[in-house]
């Protein structure tokens, strides 16, 4: 059993597109992330939600929005998408902040 | 913002050789997590350090929190093949934001 599941995997669409990336985690954690990780390998934050209410938003474009419908799953929904946008995505799920965090598998983004 | 800077970026290691990574901080850390990344992978948590000092030892992979609380390494003895991927220190801040370091990526030369 995946203890947190991404889909889809791969998702390669057009510029100006809208897409959704959905993530569900099995652990019963509070805590879920989404991260980006770009061609130099840096992750960078982009949300945290806690017991689905959003902690973070590290400057991120408002074309991204988050929805956590429960504290099981985060999706992340992106707007009128461009180039700059194709990336790894990586959703993870902790109990806390300061524990260990449990990742996805990641969804491949690439924008033409 | 807030960051943790990795030493060095890349290493490149004779299978069998010895291999470092550094963490660094301007500002005391409440922990210190490390994680690893393989090639094509996810993120996959390796230990958390949480005292001043303190020294933790996984088979090959040895890890180390300053007395300061500012920063952190990861020493491996004897590097084989499996140990391929980026390496990245992690903390927190004392929020709800898991900060990643930049990362070491190690490759390994057979």
């Known amino acids: 059993d995946t203890a947190v599941s991404q889909t889809p995997k791969y998702l390669v669409t057009q510029m100006g597109n809208d897409k959704s990336i959905k993530c569900e985690q099995n652990?019963?954690?509070?805590?879920m992330y989404w991260y980006k990780q770009d061609s130099k390998k840096f992750l960078k934050i982009m949300f945290s939600?806690?017991?689905?209410?959003?902690?973070i938003n590290e400057t991120v474009p408002n074309r991204f929005s988050p929805k956590s419908p429960d504290k099981a799953h985060l999706n992340l929904h992106i707007n009128s998408l461009e180039l700059g946008d194709s990336a790894v995505y990586f959703c993870?799920?902790?109990?806390?902040?300061?524990?260990?965090?449990?990742f996805g598998q990641g969804t491949r983004l690439t924008v033409v | 913002g807030q960051q943790v800077m990795q030493i060095p970026q890349y290493q490149h290691v004779q299978e069998g050789e010895d291999f470092t990574t550094y963490c660094n901080s301007s500002?005391?850390?409440?922990?210190i997590q490390w994680y690893k990344q393989r090639p094509g992978g996810h993120p996959v948590f390796l230990i958390q350090?949480?005292?001043?000092?303190e020294v933790k030892k996984q088979k090959r992979l040895t890890f180390q929190f300053g007395e300061a609380k500012k920063n952190s390494s990861l020493h491996i003895t004897a590097t084989q093949t499996t140990d391929v991927g980026t390496y990245f220190c992690?903390?927190?801040?004392?929020?709800?934001?898991?900060?990643f370091g930049t990362g070491t990526r190690l490759t390994i030369i057979p």
């Open positions: 993870a799920s902790s109990s806390m902040a300061d524990t260990e965090a449990f």
């Open positions: 652990l019963g954690h509070d805590t």
């Open positions: 939600y806690n017991n689905k209410e959003l902690i």
């Open positions: 500002t005391t850390l409440s922990n």
């Open positions: 350090l949480v005292k001043s000092g």
């Open positions: 992690v903390t927190n801040f004392g929020n709800e934001k898991l900060t």
